[in-house]
């Protein structure tokens, strides 16, 4: 508020005095005389040098405090610990003392003080959620650090803010804010493994089968990925691709058809598969609650 | 007076790729930076057609990406560097009585070093490879982030022309800039003291030097990237240790220093056409000089201030945000220096006139945002966004594009000797100046509600397509401005009305030559007395060296 | 100008030459210190790979440290031979500053030769590769385009082409000779003596 209100002021007083002199000392056309040549003035040249270089002290000072006070390079007390990495394009976390990863999406407890470490598995990404705090990069070879206290329920919607290649506008961000109540019936969902529902079209075979065990991991049935997003939970999210579509059967159905039709460029390859292949992996799928 | 014979297109052609003089290659810069603007300006369009709606699909991601990359870079490196290092050309060895520059054939290579490089940039289109394979064009952004650029992440050739073509380039800036420095320092007339000299040839030798410390910078770091990509360094490669923040630091300390390379000959030419155009001196002159070397030197430590968001420690977060407080001190001088010397004065609205007050208030608002970018925390959430777009193009289209207009009406009649039609003029202003308001006015919105910079598309319901909107219409406005001056250039060039030697009754020494001047710019070199020359010689009962 | 104060100051101006060399200098300044910055800014940092201490040995190059800075004093006195129109001296001397920076140089590729060939360690091996090779690499560059220079300057000083008209021509590449000295003892120090 401060900041606001110092560049008002000078925007008005600068502007206002702009404006003045052109109307004020406008040529009138009859003039025959050059008007009086002013050199300069010391005490006026002096006078807005100095009283700049007090506003900008003050800034400096105001600042200066802010910077400090919201340093955070520990996790407080009682905190929600979440490593979050980025990768192109999409957002990976793993709740650290409570043991699970997910992909896109992080909920939280409301009023509890949340601290990020963040890292990145490729390129400088930046993790920014606009309504719960700035933003802080995720540069590969070092841990920085972000938290914030989401104090109301909610969905907060952020995305990455550092150029990351080419789907850079789609690795988007949903940061959910519920009741204790509810945070810790989803982290109970969280950490059990997939669960066992019979796939009458065989999708759990084909899965296994067909090399997406190679990058996605499902807890429970195949942990050798990591390079994808984890898919054990993946029903329990409301967006895919982190967030470039609906979480919906037909948005996975289309997924699975072609990657780049919803986010040209990404890292998913296009396995070629055929309509039957797709609906059987999506009934899995669908499964993964 | 010079006999016109008829002289065939191929000799004349000849004339002028073989010239050393620094007229015409002042011309050849400037009119090649004209070109550039123009495709720049394409590249505009298209990005803002993209953006007018959320997700729409005219672009595609990677062909955005090249295209704002190639926007950022071209305006830059192809646009800003040559048309101030053309006026510089044109203008120094004229206004400091000196026949030209110190090196005219460096000089001449210096040009074809530019001229090739940006060739080479573009031919980046139809050769190149970029990110996914398709563009050709380079799609890293203008600073080419680490390891974004790294052979793993940016497997095609696209890189590589962005490293060649301005590593080219800027060999070229630098020896402009040798040139600069030494024909400023050892070639002014009698009596011109640094302190005689125009203001204009103060900022130009503070620019010369700050091209000097920041252009080899970056040609190490290039030279670094390319090490990488292309030999298997490993300076910025993570697997190996590298930390990808030594490309930013270094970048940006040539970054840095670059945006006031671009911004410092946008104050030289608003500070020669204010006064004249008020009909007053130029107030506080010597504190302006003082003003302008604090803004080198002090430019010189702020870099870090495009880093606040990388997890640098609070010290060094405060350092600089200090530090980038502190260059808003001579800044604001400058502006209340012009301001003061409107005032008191008999202002004609003429065109050059028009576009230097539009400069005065865009700047200002520039360097306010600029201001409110350098509280940290302020920065968290405005970094990356559209907040930083809206505050970069107010300070360099609002700012330096409008001065740029601003010499090119004022000086044109010197250069061709014919007059630009001030009504044409004055509507490209207008249409300019609406346009300039609308696109990027409500950019520093679509920022506040967490709109990032470089995305392809964004999403709807979330605030962004008013404001979007509104900057793609702005964009359309601003066609029939830039539209105008390309008529109002090309009618002048034929049928403007003669301009004389010194059309609008102005004071310094490139006045008392004929427009255009000879080849040898005065019969005899002059001798001066004050910073006013022709003042002095206009009013002999009241010169300017009493006061001085 | 019709009316003249009492005394027009008469700015005493420096030649083109001292101002351009100068203006050259600055900007090969920052060029080396850019390198060195990450030069320092890497030093330890190499995840795998021989480091400095384990490779670079202080005695070859200091044997060719003092080549290249005896070069500075010969050229000193091919100067001096120079300006007192001493045409025998200044070859003479000359002669003896291109040999010492081709020593220099020679030097240089007999450590690179031991380093590449026998220890396998290029660009590519580490960080310390990188940076090594770059920043010792383009002040050997700078030597190599000086030798050039100063080869060509004796070529015509043999042929009899040089002329008084030229001799501060002359002393503008031998500053740039200095200059490249000077860089020498800062990347010396940082690789050979801090470094390790």
Known sequence: MLVFGVIGIIFVVTQGALVWSLIRYRARGDETTEPPQIYGSNPIELAWTVIPILIVFILFLVTTRTIYSLDMQEPPEGALRVKVTGHQWWWEFEYLDLDFVTAGELHVPKGVPVFLDLRSADVIHSFWVPRLSGKTDCIPNRENHLWFQADEIGTWYGQCAEFCGTQHAKMLIRVISEEESEFEAWVANQKLDAPQVPTPLNGKEMFLSLACVNCHNVNGIMMQGGFAPNLTHLMSRDTIASGAAENTPENLKQWLRDPNSIKDGCRMPNMMLTEDQIDSLVEFLTTLK | MIDKTYSPLSSKLHEWVTTADHKKLGVMYIVCGILYLFVAGCEALMIRWQLAVPENDVLSAETYNAFFTMHGTTMIFLVGMPIILGAANYFIPLMIGARDMAFPRLNAFGFWLFFFGGLLLYFSFLGGQGLSGEEGAPDVGWFAYAPLTSTTFSPGSSTDYWIISLFVAGMGSIMTAINLVTTILTMRCKGMTLMKMPIFAWMMLVDAILILIALPTLAAIQIMLLLDRQFGAHFFDAQAGADPLIWQHLFWFFGHPEVYILILPGFAFVSEVTPVFSRKVLFGYPLMVVATVSIGFIALGVWAHHMFATGLSPTILAYFSGATFLIGVPTGMKVFNWIATLWGGQIRFATPMLFAVGFIAMFTIGGLTGIMLAVVPMDWQLSDTYFVVGHFHFVLFGGLLFAIFSGFFYWFPKVTGKMLNETLGKWQFWFLFAGFLLTFGPMHFSGFEGMPRRIYTYMPNRGLEFYNMLSSIGAVVQVFGFGLFVVNVLHSLRKGKPAGDDPWDAWTLEWSTTSPPPPWNFATLPSIASRRPLWDSKHPDDPDWKYE | ?196
């Open chain 3, 1 to 196: 100008m019709t009316s003249q104060p009492n005394s027009i100051s008469v700015p005493k101006m420096l030649p083109h030459g001292h101002v351009g060399m100068m203006s050259v200098i600055t900007t090969e300044i920052f060029f080396f210190a850019s390198l060195i910055v990450v030069y320092l800014a890497y030093l330890g940092k190499s995840i795998s790979g021989p480091t400095p201490e384990e490779l670079l040995s202080i005695g070859l190059v200091s044997i060719n440290t003092v080549a290249l800075l005896a070069s500075s004093v010969t050229i000193i006195l091919a100067l001096k031979a120079l300006r007192s129109c001493n045409q025998k001296k200044f070859l003479a001397w000359l002669f003896v500053t291109v040999a010492l920076g081709t020593w220099f140089l020679v030097g240089t590729a007999i450590e690179w030769t031991g380093l590449i060939g026998d220890a396998h360690f290029t660009l590519q091996t580490n960080l310390f590769g990188s940076t090594f090779y770059t920043l010792v690499g383009f002040h050997a560059f700078h030597v190599t385009f000086g030798v050039c220079a100063l080869s060509f300057i004796w070529f015509c000083g043999f042929m009899g082409w040089v002329q008084k008209k030229h001799h501060q021509n002359i002393e503008y590449v031998s500053w740039y000779w200095h200059f490249v000295d000077t860089v020498w003892i800062a990347v010396f120090l940082v690789v050979y003596v801090i470094g390790r």
